[in-house]
């Protein structure tokens, strides 16, 4: 191996040194235990894994006859999750000063074997991470409420990754709260047994998983229920000034009202004994319409930034009460200076920002200056776009490292969210996973690394014995280039699924006003809605996205679930195509034409939706499906009026 190769690694190392020489492994491993590492290798379970890790790879090259001596011993001065390796002649040699540090060198050597196989050159790793914590955010508040046996899977890849957060985003009925499960007969949430199950499981793979509820904004499944309506800011509504009648549902808690605390405070109750963290994520962003409706009074009185902080340390300190901290989004904050300067000292902000074209610069330096503890917390880029958009994906993310390491930054946290059903699957996201891993860890160093995060996926998370699949999931990203959308957070085809079938000009009137909407709901400006539809070089693009689709051949355990996901998101970007070609009449020159393409919409509609149903009931629970499909199902409905009618 040539001194200037690199490490087939995920995240890369901080500092790899040749040492000149190889050499191999052998099924015979003596051990040298430093005494106080004893109980420490007993915990990241080193003997097992590394046996698992032998045994997998001489399945594919074969064992040299000399024996393979490993020393493990504890060093004083490293980093706590800081590990080195040092593989010679003498044999396999692991430093490191906390438990957490050794779990990592083993996590090391998990995938060099794996990649590299039994033969390797001679090295010295000196490893450490960038930010103290590194996490992920999966949304399962909007619909799509994973199985317990794949967040277990999720938690295996995340150690892989050397993250050691996770939080499990939940606003609607997500937990079972024993005190309201009568208001959600349909849901199918996870219980306190579950989620300490769970708990333990992140908790032996040196992973933090931090409760999470929303408690203000975002309330709208709760809110639109008889039993809790009463407590919203808007009970009936919110008004939009729009050319016809329109109403924002009730979505923002009263926080006026003390019947919202009290809320909040039983949700807690039973919440949070289910876990071990020292931390609350009270979420408490996009508090839409607070401060005009039932706490408007108030707000003219104080202000919007001290109504919103009078609110949040009430949450606060029910946290408090239960011995943990809270962590917090900072939009409102942001936007509020004089709220800022209330953040009492042990609350962490968490700075979102998912346009790459927005930097978090201003941000983080406003943070900082005030002397706030923040984390920043980017986005994969994946929620209203069926397939991600991978620049987007891959500029926020890197921005968000930047600007967080100039800037203070605690930690960053990757944010996985489920708008608009949440139609992605879980390969969609994993790009998003791993650039933020390997940004988290060693920022500089795994900065534009496409091909190796590419390699990465394909080999190790995958296995896919093409070598295709991480390209694939980048390319298969990259649609949306040939929108020219002016759309934000999503693209232009997914919101043809969700909006159904309409002539373009009122189209492009509900996609103007959506954006004027949600920009002044946001205090901010818009442009109406702009489109470039590059219809041609689409189809061009899925003919190759299904070319490369037919190479994969993937080795993981659920490979077949996997590729079935992938072309089922395929053949769902390829419907709203056809709708765009139906909405704009392209190549059609008359009625026959138009009820041939609604004829062949419907037929794939119908095969989309089955396999939807079918792969979205293997991975996660019932509860929510209906909710995810309605739209499609509307769409399908749409198809079968136009052509009974005709």
């Not at 901080?14 to 492994?25: I, T």
């Not at 759309?487 to 997914?494: E, I, R």
């Not at 002044?520 to 470039?532: M, S, V």
Request: proline share 4%; aromatic share 10%; glycine share 8%.
């Amino acid at each position: 191996m040539k001194q200037e190769q690199l490490m087939p690694l995920y995240p890369m190392p901080r500092l790899v040194k040749w040492l000149g020489g190889q050499r191999s492994w052998s099924a015979s491993v003596t051990y040298d235990i430093q005494e106080r590492a004893v109980a420490d290798m007993e915990r990241v379970r080193l003997n097992g894994r590394l046996e698992q890790a032998l045994a997998d790879s001489s399945r594919q090259a074969a064992y040299t006859d000399t024996p393979v001596h490993i020393r493990v011993s504890l060093k004083e001065g490293l980093h706590q999750e800081g590990y080195v390796l040092q593989w010679d002649e003498t044999g396999l040699h692991i430093e490191y000063s906390q438990p957490a540090g050794l779990n990592y060198a083993v996590v090391t050597l998990e995938q060099l074997l794996s990649r590299q196989g039994l033969t390797w050159s001679c090295f010295r790793i000196e490893d450490e991470p960038d930010y103290p914590v590194r996490g992920l955010m999966l949304d399962i508040g909007r619909s799509k409420i994973p199985k317990l046996t794949e967040l277990f899977q999720l938690i295996d890849q995340m150690e892989r990754l050397k993250l050691n957060h996770l939080q499990l985003y939940m606003e609607g009925y997500c937990f079972e709260y024993e005190q309201h499960k009568t208001a959600f007969p349909e849901s199918t949430p996870m219980t306190a047994e579950e989620f300490r199950r769970l708990d333990a499981y992140a908790a032996s793979r040196f992973i933090d998983l931090v409760p999470n509820q929303n408690c203000l904004g975002h309330m709208g499944d709760w809110l639109s229920k008889p039993a809790y309506r009463e407590l919203a800011e808007h009970p009936d509504g919110m008004p939009i000034e729009a050319p016809f009648r329109l109403t924002f549902p009730p979505t923002t808690l009263n926080p006026v009202d003390p019947r919202s605390l009290d809320l909040i405070r039983g949700m807690f109750d039973e919440l949070l004994p289910a876990f071990t963290s020292d931390w609350v994520n009270i979420n408490l962003d996009e508090p839409f319409g607070l401060g005009s409706g039932k706490s408007k009074e108030r707000c003219a009185a104080i202000g919007l930034g001290p109504l919103y902080m009078e609110y949040a340390e009430g949450v606060i300190e029910i946290v408090r009460s239960h011995g943990k901290r809270a962590m917090m989004w900072g939009d409102v904050l942001t936007r509020h200076p004089e709220a800022a300067r209330r953040i009492p000292d042990d609350v962490t902000i968490l700075d979102w920002n998912y346009d790459s074209s927005i930097s978090f610069a201003e941000h983080c330096s406003m943070l900082q200056k005030n002397g706030i503890s923040y984390y920043v917390c980017p986005g994969t880029s994946s929620w209203s776009s069926l397939s991600g958009r991978t620049d987007n994906m891959l500029n926020n993310i890197a921005d968000a490292a930047i600007q967080g390491r100039k800037h203070g930054a605690g930690g960053l946290i990757v944010t996985d969210w489920g708008d608009n059903g949440h139609w992605q699957v879980p390969a969609i996201s994993y790009p998003g996973y791993a650039y933020a891993a390997g940004l988290s860890w060693y920022t500089e160093g795994n900065l534009q690394r496409e091909n190796e995060l590419e390699s990465y996926l394909s080999e190790y998370v995958f296995k896919d014995a093409s070598g295709e699949i991480g390209h694939f999931l980048m390319e298969l990203g990259r649609y949306y280039h040939l929108e020219n959308s002016s759309l934000d957070n999503g693209t232009y085809l997914s919101a043809l699924l969700t909006r159904g079938l309409k002539s373009r000009e009122q189209l492009e009137k509900e996609l103007s006003l959506f954006l004027r909407i949600f920009a002044e709901l946001n205090g901010e400006t818009a442009n109406p809605f702009q489109l470039d539809f590059q219809y041609r070089d689409i189809l061009d693009w899925l003919e190759k996205r299904k070319e490369q689709l037919e190479r994969l051949d993937l080795q993981a355990p659920d490979a077949n679930v996997i590729t079935d996901e992938l072309r089922n998101t395929l053949r769902l970007i390829e419907q709203a195509v056809g709708i765009h070609r139906y909405m704009c009449r392209i190549d059609m020159t008359g009625a026959e034409d138009e009820r041939r393409c609604l004829i062949g919409l419907k037929a794939d509609l119908e095969t989309a939706l089955d396999e939807f149903n079918r792969l979205w009931r293997i991975r996660n629970r019932e509860g929510g499906l209906a909710a995810s499909n309605t739209a499609l199902y509307r769409l399908l409905a749409q198809y079968e009026e136009i052509l009974t009618a005709q």
